[in-house]
Each structure stands twice: as structure tokens, then as C-alpha cells.
């Protein structure tokens, strides 16, 4: 909603007070009657954030994670909530929200320097943007914004049983937030680079995996999870270019399984699943394509 704000005069003053106090350190946290720093002091002293929750999902990698929240719609996961900052009674209400915001930190970045351009791949990989106006996870402050659907808080656990989340297994999360359709949705917003969805491909699954799934303990689920991530093709997009589809066999793993697959010109087909036990903590990781020769 637009306002009038931008037809009343502002006096060259009180922009150049606005632009003072934009450059002083914000007051600590808890203390909002904080004196400004001095000029000698960095106007933009770090910040310190506990996690108050970590995220539990079937992505073990970042290869293979979806780019946006809510693509992944069937998918479910679980928000653990750390009990030395979130009590019960934070929760209270929250079952009363559809959907919440997960804020998260990007904890698998290795970079020591972030880029300033990035190469989103809805735009092929070879075009490049500010990383500031992409979703990319490489950003001066690594912080990721998730709109997932609540299917259930469990207060006694301090557990939110989610859907839809586009975050690695083990994710720290900074914040959770209601999602408020009326303030949320912007009708008429707009993105020229992504200004709709990407096309889903088919995912088929060859007669070997069937068998695989069919009587393995958790294949349901694992078709679901599967389904899920190829449908939006997780290859880079210079390998996403090629009319005749992609000889290579590529990995991704799901929970405690790897799911092998190849780009045919009109599907995607998983054609092995292999039972693989989940990274160890502070493992390597990386989101560059996996082919089964890196595995």
C-alpha cells in the first residue's frame, strides 16, 4: 500500500540528522537508551546471535536442496527448539499461523571472502548479479529466509513439524516469525530476472529403483523426498542448457540414502538408490554437483 510520504518536503536538516544517526553503532541489544558510539568507533560493530533452534530434514548435502522454500512442498521437517532460549510458553499461540518464516544462517559457506557478483542459475550460470539482489546463500551477512507451511507446533518438545523448507539437515535458525498474509503478500511485486517459477520436470524412477523402494524401509518417504528435489532439476544451469539431455549420473543424498540420477531430453530418471550413512558433523560439504565418481 502506497502512502503520501514522498509529497511532503523534508527539511535538508533532518536528512542530514537521519544520515548522522544511520552512520552511529546501534545500541546493544536490551539496552535501547545506549549513548551513539564516538566517531573513532566502527559505525558497524558486529553482532553476536545465538541459535534458538536447529532444523532437522532429509537434505545430508546442499547439492540437491531446493533453491526457494515451499518447492518442496511434500517434504517435511522438524524445528528443534535449543530449551536454554525457547520455553514453552514462546510457543504459545504460534499453532495459530499456517505458516512461519524461518530465518537461518547459512552455516556450510567456506568462503572467507564473499563474491559481490553471483551467477543465479535461473539465469543459465553464466549471467551475473549482486549477490544482494539474489537469493544466493554467498552474502556479506550469511542469513537465509524461509516461508514454510506449519503442520503442527509440539510445545512439550518444543518441536514446529514443518513443510516446504529449503535448508540443510542441522541448519542453525536465528528467528522464527508468523507469517502475516495481509502484511506478507505484495500483489503487485515483481522480479524481472525470476518473475515466475521454474518449469518442474518429470522424475522417473527405473525398474531396479521400484524394486529398491518398493521393499526398503522408508522408500515411501524416499520417493516423496526424491520426487521433490529432482523435479526442479538441481544440476547447475550451464548443465541444464543441452537439448539432448546429460550423460552424467549425478548424487544427492536424502536422508540416509544416495539417489543417483541422469537428465534424459524429457525426464529426469533415478536409476540406483544406495543406502549411505549420514555425513558426520563438520564434514565437508559443498553444493558443486556430485557425480557418482566424486562419491
Same mark, same amino acid.
Not at 540437491?64 to 515451499?70: D, S
Not at 513443510?163 to 515483481?190: E, F, N, Q, R, S
Given at each position: ?13 533532518? +536528512? =542530514? %540528522? /537521519?544520515? !548522522? ?5 546501534? @545500541?546493544? &541489544?536490551?539496552? *535501547?537508551? #545506549? ?35 515451499? +518447492? =518442496? %512442498? /511434500?517434504? !517435511? ?5 535449543? @530449551?536454554? &532460549?525457547?520455553? *514453552?510458553? #514462546? ?205
Amino acid at each position: 500500500m502506497r502512502d503520501n510520504a514522498s509529497e511532503i518536503p523534508v527539511h535538508p536538516r533532518c +536528512l =542530514a %540528522r /537521519a544520515r !548522522a544517526e544511520l552512520l552511529s553503532a546501534p @545500541p546493544p &541489544l536490551g539496552n *535501547p537508551r #545506549a549513548a551513539p558510539c564516538d566517531a573513532n568507533m566502527n559505525p558497524f560493530p558486529p553482532l553476536v546471535a545465538t541459535p534458538i533452534a536447529v532444523i532437522r530434514s532429509p537434505y545430508r548435502e546442499r547439492f540437491g536442496v531446493p533453491r526457494q522454500a515451499g +518447492l =518442496a %512442498r /511434500a517434504t !517435511a521437517a522438524t524445528v528443534v527448539c535449543n @530449551p536454554q &532460549l525457547v520455553s *514453552p510458553e #514462546a510457543l504459545r499461540g504460534l499453532d495459530m499461523c499456517s505458516h512461519v518464516w524461518l530465518l537461518a544462517v547459512f552455516h556450510h559457506n567456506g568462503e572467507a571472502k564473499t563474491p559481490s557478483t553471483v551467477r543465479p542459475p535461473r539465469l543459465g550460470g553464466n549471467t551475473r548479479l549482486g549477490c544482494l539482489a539474489t537469493r544466493s546463500p554467498y552474502r556479506p551477512n550469511p542469513i537465509g529466509l524461509s516461508a514454510v507451511a506449519l503442520d503442527r507446533v509440539d510445545r512439550t518438545r518444543l518441536e514446529l513439524h514443518v513443510h516446504g523448507a529449503d535448508l540443510v539437515d542441522g541448519t542453525p535458525i536465528v528467528d522464527i516469525k508468523p507469517y502475516l498474509p495481509y502484511a506478507d503478500i505484495i500483489a503487485d511485486a515483481h522480479c524481472t530476472w525470476a518473475a515466475a517459477a521454474p518449469d518442474p520436470v518429470p522424475v522417473q524412477f527405473s525398474a531396479e529403483v521400484e524394486q529398491v523402494l518398493s521393499t526398503t524401509v522408508g522408500g515411501r518417504e524416499l520417493r516423496v523426498w526424491a520426487q521433490d528435489s529432482l523435479r526442479w532439476d538441481p544440476r547447475p544451469g550451464h548443465r541444464r542448457t543441452d537439448p539432448d539431455g546429460d550423460a552424467r549420473i549425478y548424487g544427492v543424498r536424502l536422508g540416509d540414502f544416495d539417489v543417483r540420477f541422469r537428465r534424459r531430453v524429457d525426464a529426469i530418471e533415478v536409476v540406483e538408490v544406495v543406502g549411505r550413512p549420514a555425513p558426520e558433523p563438520g564434514s565437508e560439504d559443498s553444493d558443486s554437483p556430485r557425480t557418482i565418481e566424486d562419491s
